[in-house]
């Protein structure tokens, strides 16, 4: 088991400081459990905000969060699959909702394929869902050396998609 407890803020317009009610400040508590081929973890966290001001993760206002993610592995071509979902509750407006899905191929080759599936904001209720799919393949190049190359679509509302290529490299000392 494993609880973590987060704070921050932002400072507010003025002099007023954080955890002021100008300032926008974000409490979050998680448990989470795992063992050897699964794990969950569940999240709360609490968004105090002035309305109309700036904003942390797209809320300007109030609102509480919570969420459930997991994952369970396979040990098969399909080794790992990892699901989450979240649900916001703003003190004005409607619901909203945020979710993903991935899943990682066994090795195939030196290396080893992702592929993901989720919404890509909090998506008001009775609103369109738009959606990220993401690709990626990663490998060891050596003992102290990774690479991941992937690609990402994502839907938007306003303008066209974006879409993306990314290269990392992992050093290890």
Do not use: C
């Not at 919570?66 to 071509?77: D, E, R």
């Not at 509750?89 to 619901?95: E, I, L, W, Y």
């Not at 909702?97 to 008001?124: C, Q, R």
């Amino acid at each position: 088991f494993v609880a973590g407890l987060g704070l921050t803020g932002l400072q507010g317009s003025g002099t007023e400081g954080l955890f002021t009610k100008e300032s926008i400040d974000a409490y979050a508590l998680q448990l989470a459990y795992a063992a050897d081929n699964y794990g969950l973890a569940v999240s709360y966290s609490d968004i105090d905000s002035k309305a109309g001001g700036a904003s942390i993760i797209g809320y300007n206002e109030d609102v509480t969060l919570w969420g459930v993610n997991g994952y369970y592995t396979f040990g098969g071509p399909i080794d790992t699959l990892s699901v989450g979902y979240e649900m916001g509750n703003p003190t004005t407006g409607n619901d909203t909702t945020n979710w993903f899905a991935g899943v990682t191929s066994s090795e195939v080759g030196p290396g080893s394929f992702s592929l993901g599936l989720g919404t890509n904001t909090h998506i008001v209720d009775g609103e369109a869902e738009t959606l990220i799919y993401e690709a990626a393949y990663s490998w060891d190049v050596n003992d102290s050396t990774a690479m991941t190359v992937g690609g990402y679509i994502s839907e938007r509302t306003s303008n066209e998609d974006l879409t993306g290529i990314a290269l990392t490299t992992t050093f290890s000392f």
